[in-house]
């Protein structure tokens, strides 16, 4: 399967059409169908990805995880059920849609209004786990009514000054009009915290399940001094048991 453990820990059927565009994404092959994870392997899946992470969170996380894969002793590993990967080398290049987190996107305005947020923000806790905002909102004499796509709850937000707060970090100066407003957030905790989390399921019965009859990665993930190696063997440990996973 193409790109086969990264699809893996994303977990989201291929039978959906994909959009490309969408923050991170990545291929994913059609015949691939959502596993049901086991509570002990879910444990471990949410300390890596998040509670309650969308689709755009979980692939910010995925491209730091692939990365720690092909930039380490763990490269070869990765690529021993398929070798075909579409995701490496990573692409960073201006339009590469890696380059889409922390920024907001204004339209509406003339001429249509993108910004890099600073810092990296609006921050995503790995608690709620949410990197896209889509927001509708209307602004008519000092205040803005705002509807989530997502969630369709709506507001009204009374301007502060000259800047409207959309909460999560987002504050835009905003003339009457309409307007479509796209942000994506990049994670709040530094990957060295997810580490400190993933430690502990050190001596419980979910480390012992997720790396059963896997000594080599579990050697890593207790021996290694590097960050890379360690979360990338758990995360490898994890794709590799979610893959016999009964659909």
Not at 29 to 56: E, H, M, N
Request: proline share 4%; hydrophobic share 35%; with cysteine.
């Amino acid at each position: 399967m193409i790109n086969h453990y990264r699809t893996i820990l994303l977990n989201e059927s291929g039978s959906v059409e994909q959009d490309m565009t969408y923050p991170g994404e990545e291929y994913v092959d059609p015949s691939f169908t959502k596993k049901k994870i086991t509570s002990k392997l879910g444990t471990v899946r949410k300390l890596l990805l998040g509670q309650s992470p969308d689709r755009a969170f979980i692939n910010y996380r995925l491209k730091q995880i692939t990365t720690m894969w092909h930039d380490s002793i763990l490269k070869d590993e990765v690529i021993s059920e398929d070798s075909r990967i579409t995701y490496w080398p990573l692409d960073t290049s201006i339009n590469s849609n890696i380059n889409m987190f922390g920024t907001i996107t204004i339209e509406g305005m003339e001429p249509v209004t993108k910004i890099k947020l600073y810092p990296s923000i609006p921050p995503v806790s790995s608690g709620a786990g949410r990197a896209l905002w889509l927001l509708s909102a209307s602004v008519q004499s000092g205040v803005c009514s705002v509807v989530d796509e997502k969630t369709k709850e709506e507001k009204s937000i009374p301007a502060k000054g000259v800047f409207f707060d959309f909460g999560n970090n987002i504050v835009l100066n905003l003339p009457d009009g309409n307007y479509r407003i796209t942000a994506i957030g990049v994670p709040h905790e530094d990957i060295g915290q997810t580490l400190v989390d993933c430690d502990l399921i050190k001596d419980t019965d979910i480390e012992f399940e997720l790396f059963l009859d896997n000594d080599s990665l579990k050697e890593i993930w207790r021996r290694s001094d590097d960050i890379s190696e360690r979360l990338g063997s758990l995360a490898l440990a994890l794709a590799k048991k979610m893959y016999k996973l009964k659909s």
